[in-house]
T-cell receptor, first 113, second 113 residues
Framework: EAAVTQSPRNKVTVTGGNVTLSCRQT?????MYWYRQDTGHGLRLIHY???????QIGDVPDGYKATRTTQEDFFLLLELASPSQTSLYFC????????????FGPGTRLTVL | QQKVQQSPESLSVPEGGMASFNCTSS?????YFWWYRQHSGEGPKALM?????GDKKEGRFTAHLNKASLHVSLHIRDSQPSDSALYFC?????????????FGHGTILRVHP
């Protein structure tokens, strides 16, 4: 089974702070995704990537940047964090396109004060 | 408008009973569907996919897809307390092989003894 890890698991920052969330997958998947989960909204796609150096814009990208440095590593950057970005963030990976299962990490809970 | 709508918002069934979830897409391009389950404190995990009209059965889980109405359902027979979780329907665009999933808001299932 695919292994997706995220760090940190919990993060507290202040408004205007700089935050980087990390994700690593070890099963050589090409596709990686960043989601946020909020009560009443389900999971919403922020950014995704088809491979190292590739970035695609998701459905709720405002205020977020992402970078895919290697096939394994995908980072989500919040350069000026705001309280509205307080959420539970999940990273996922998959082998290919529409037919492939997405494997999720354990999540990072981010609080912006 | 939410492109993937789920009902009910929450569900309570007795142990050994049948749990049923509904999902409808408002986008004709969304014809590949997934069901994911998320236990408290964990990331979502795929339960099953359904891409063709009709029923698909995997153990105690049965999914049904009607492409004409873009309606998909999930039924869990002989529900167990361990089935208590948040259930998501997710859909992907058949016109673009992006792997991108759009999730519904989720249904909370509680199985009581």
């Amino acid at each position: 089974e695919a292994a997706v890890t995220q760090s940190p698991r919990n993060k507290v920052t202040v408004t205007g702070g700089n935050v980087t969330l990390s994700c690593r997958q070890t099963n050589s998947h090409n596709y990686m995704y960043w989601y946020r989960q909020d009560t009443g909204h389900g999971l919403r796609l922020i950014h995704y990537s088809y491979g190292a150096g590739n970035l695609q814009i998701g459905d709720v990208p405002d205020g977020y940047k992402a970078t895919r440095t290697t096939q394994e590593d995908f980072f989500l950057l919040l350069e000026l964090a705001s309280p509205s970005q307080t959420s539970l963030y999940f990273c996922a990976s998959s082998d290919q396109g529409n037919y492939a299962e997405q494997f999720f990490g354990p999540g990072t809970r981010l609080t912006v004060l | 408008q939410q492109k993937v709508q789920q009902s009910p918002e929450s569900l309570s069934v007795p142990e050994g009973g049948m749990a049923s979830f509904n999902c409808t897409s408002s986008d004709r391009n969304f014809q590949y569907f997934w069901w994911y389950r998320q236990h408290s404190g964990e990331g979502p995990k795929a339960l099953m996919s359904i891409f063709s009209d009709g029923d698909k059965k995997e153990g105690r889980f049965t999914a049904h897809l009607n492409k004409a109405s873009l309606h998909v359902s999930l039924h869990i027979r002989d529900s167990q307390p361990s089935d208590s979780a948040l259930y998501f329907c997710a859909a992907s665009d058949t016109g673009a092989n992006t792997g991108k999933l759009t999730f519904g808001h989720g249904t909370i299932l509680r199985v009581h003894p």
